[in-house]
């Protein structure tokens, strides 16, 4: 068993659980994980403390500790001069959101490594991101730096306490989330001012908005389409397909494999910073598939199909979870691992299909790729599509369906290729967050693309989670090797909530609602902040760090306050409880500041106060539908068939989905019998829907309005026992008025029927 300090082929990270950490665990850096042995040796020794933060698939991470943390020379003025701390920024968000604070208060800017210089009680008073070794690039070397710093620290220490008192002052705006007051009562104003601002930075030639480096914009995109489908307005669609469709075809996409490199480091789309995020991949693909509800076209549910078999076979654990991310690094180079020359194509396909493979996916004979921070060109491509598959068959003189499938076999045949290539590295920890995306995702796109074996995977995940990431009725945040650590954040129960009610909307199953309830109120009584509104990031009996922060601010995901806000206005909607609309409605109120002042940070908040905008005035106490199964009159028998009456009473001004809508993206009323050994439902007799257009749809929808009679045959199985039968019916609907659509309910039926054997 190794010795507490790792012993001399180790440092202390070699007993942590994180891939991050232990990707440390070897280099001659005194390393110590987050904790109060760390802080209390810096007090004894007065020596400040040197914070690395980053994660085990970020490229610079791996640059620096391969120039630094690997250096003997460069660890000894390390371990000398300060007490270095090294921490997983996916496992404690909470300490990363404080210091990148503090690292774009200092610098103007963040990323990753964050390097962070504390006080010996955890103040910052200097920061920077990724240090060469020596000078260059523009930046000191990391061992200037070292130096220099631990001089101010002996002789300036006034200096230093001043700094860090002046930066802690500044830092407090961050935590709290609410210095930013409203202009007046909630209303559209963030939204309209947010599609403003996307439509003056839309790149209308390349898709996406502003210049290069170009990150999949989820919340935007997500955005626009709640706007297109209130409004109809086809300009907004347009920046969502424009750039839904340079994605698809550019080398951020993984063309072979499926799904989504991090971002752009070029505004085209085409060369990708090469690792491949979970919660990246959840965001697109249900966007993707948004956009083929719209618009029918195959090519965006061949996108988010591939997005989701690519998680499917790659990112899933054996229990059900999914693992958080992919490297960009394999063999010690970026992108290796998704690279190819035109040879090693032409030697796997053929010459003459090889030929029209690299005519439709950009391959140069001389490599297209050129790595971005050496220059070097190693002769190798990135696939992607220069022109259209449609452009591409008529030069190919084929059809484009005869294209496409001949294409889809050939990259079939360079997966079985890559996959004998050494992978980059996997960082299989599950993360409880990053799995509510997931799940919602899943569950979603399993529905509209009728994929079960999606929905299917979200339900294996969500079930792992509730089972193993739990300790009592409270989250943990992450899980590997057998082991559930961490005490979960605001994300993590606000996305674990949001993607089961995804579930519980498409499978009907009353557990996941429940389930979904009770991490709200867990969320409410432990993270609520009472006094002012909206959630904190961490509970009120979590470790005490220098802020408690309160953010609203969507980042590569969505601000927890925003989702927390959308789940409470779901639960609001589903269970008639006006205490989750108040609490949702004085979330958005305490934001509403920022969302005027930051549209483009805060559209997750954004997008929720459209919805709940939309939804009108608070309910009464209960659902806008009400629904009753009359009995039957008399008492039956094993066999026999029974006719129950379901009659449905929609509020006046509201209206409910038919049976049949015409639009694939509204869900339909329907209904059906939980399982019962006594019973099985027959033929349900729906009626016709009325055909009517609303401000929200340019098209004439398929509506029940009013009262509605629906029949349900049921049949007596011959071997029910004597006795009342309690039949229990989801009855699935969705309530509209004239400008919007609420979220899908799933209504309980219950109804007594008497069999008697004689």
């Known amino acids: 068993m190794l010795p507490p300090d790792g012993g001399p082929e180790h440092n202390r990270l070699i007993h942590e659980n994180s891939p991050y950490l232990l990707q440390h665990a070897r280099n001659p850096v005194d390393w110590y994980p987050w904790g109060e042995e760390a802080f209390e040796r810096a007090k004894k020794e007065d020596k400040p403390i040197f914070l690395s933060i980053g994660y085990s698939t970020c490229h610079w991470c791996h640059v620096m500790e391969r120039e630094s943390f690997e250096n003997e020379e460069i660890a000894k003025v390390l371990n000398e001069h300060f007490i270095p701390i090294k921490v997983d920024r996916e496992e404690r968000p909470d300490i990363d959101e404080i210091y990148m604070n503090a690292t774009q208060i200092m610098t103007g800017s963040g990323g990753w490594p964050n390097s962070v210089w504390l006080t010996p009680d955890g103040r910052p008073w200097f920061a920077g991101t990724y240090f060469p070794p020596e000078d260059r690039f523009g930046r000191r070397g990391f061992k200037k730096v070292l130096l220099a710093l631990s001089e101010f620290w002996t002789t300036s220490r006034e200096d230093v306490e001043k700094q860090a008192a002046q930066l802690a002052e500044a830092m407090q705006p961050f935590a709290s989330g609410t210095t930013v007051a409203g202009t007046g009562p909630l209303s559209r104003i963030p939204v309209d001012q947010a599609i403003a601002s996307l439509r003056s930075s839309f790149d209308e030639n390349r898709g996406g908005f502003g210049g290069a480096p170009k990150f999949p914009p989820h919340g935007s995109l997500r955005l626009l389409l709640h706007e297109v489908k209130r409004t109809g307005d086809t300009s907004l669609f347009r920046m969502v397909t424009r750039t839904l469709d340079a994605m698809a075809a550019g080398g951020v996409r993984d063309h072979v494999g499926g799904g989504f490199h991090r971002y752009s480091t070029d505004e085209h789309w085409f060369l990708p910073h090469f690792e491949k995020m979970l919660y990246d991949n959840a965001q697109l693909s249900r966007v993707y598939v948004d956009a083929f509800l719209v618009m029918e076209d195959p090519g965006y549910r061949a996108v988010a199909e591939e997005t989701y078999d690519w998680v499917l076979r ?45 005519h439709a996916y950009g391959v140069e004979d001389v490599g297209n790729y050129r790595d971005e921070a050496t220059g070097h060109a190693p002769g190798t491509n990135i696939l992607y599509l220069p022109k259209s598959l449609e452009t591409t068959a008529e030069v190919e003189q084929t059809s484009v369906d005869d294209l496409r499938s001949q294409l889809a076999e050939d990259r079939k045949m360079l997966l079985g290729i890559r996959e004998k290539r050494i992978w980059p590295h996997l960082d299989d920890k599950v993360l409880t967050s990053w799995n509510g995306l997931m799940i919602g995702s899943l569950a979603y796109g399993g529905h509209h693309l009728e994929r079960p074996e999606y929905v299917s995977a979200a339900e294996r995940a969500a079930t792992f989670i509730l089972t193993r ?88 995901i969505p601000s927890g306050n925003g989702v927390a806000a959308g789940v409470l206005v779901r639960l ?146 011959s071997t029910a026992t004597e006795g009342v039968v309690d039949l229990s019916f989801n009855l699935q609907i969705q309530p509209c008025n004239e400008s919007a659509c609420s979220a899908p309910e799933t209504l309980v039926l219950s109804v007594p029927v008497d069999v008697v054997l004689q």
Not at 532 to 548: M, P, Q
Request: aromatic letters at 8%; proline letters at 4%.
């Open 314 to 358: 790659e990112m899933t654990a054996e229990e059900g979870g999914f693992y958080s991310a992919l490297d960009a690094d394999s063999e010690g180079e970026e992108g290796k691992f998704y690279l190819w020359s035109r040879e090693e194509i032409l030697s796997v396909l053929g010459e003459e299909r090889g030929d029209l493979f690299c």
């Open 469 to 556: 990431m739990r300790e009592g009725e409270r989250l943990l945040r992450s899980f590997r090797n057998d082991r559930a650590d961490v005490a979960a954040y605001l994300d993590d129960y606000a996305f674990l909530a949001d993607g089961l009610l995804d579930l519980h909307a498409v499978t009907g199953n009353t557990r996941y609602l429940d389930e979904a309830t009770a991490l709200m109120n867990t969320l409410v009584e432990h993270y609520h902040d009472e006094a002012e509104g909206g959630f904190f990031f961490v509970a009120n009996d979590h470790e005490s760090l220098i802020t408690r922060s309160k953010n609203p601010l969507d980042k590569a």
């Open 572 to 717: 609001a909607e589903l269970t008639g409880d006006d205490e989750y609309r108040n609490l949702a409605r004085r979330t958005l109120e305490t934001f509403q500041g920022f969302m005027e002042r930051a549209p483009r940070g805060t559209e997750r908040l954004i997008q929720v106060t459209a919805e709940y905008l939309d939804l009108g005035s608070p309910s009464r106490g209960k659902s806008r539908v009400a629904a009753a199964i009359t009995p039957p009159a008399e008492t039956v028998r094993p066999g026999d068939e029974v006719h129950l009456d379901l009659r449905i009473t929609v509020d006046e001004g509201w209206h409910i989905n038919s049976h049949a809508p015409l639009q694939d993206y509204l869900v339909p009323t329907s209904v059906t019998l939980k399982d019962n050994p006594a019973a099985c439902v027959g033929n349900i007799t729906y009626p016709e829907g009325t055909s009517m257009t609303f401000e929200f749809s340019s098209e004439p929808l398929s509506i029940y309005k009013g009262e509605i009679a629906i029949q349900i045959p049921i049949e007596i199985a």
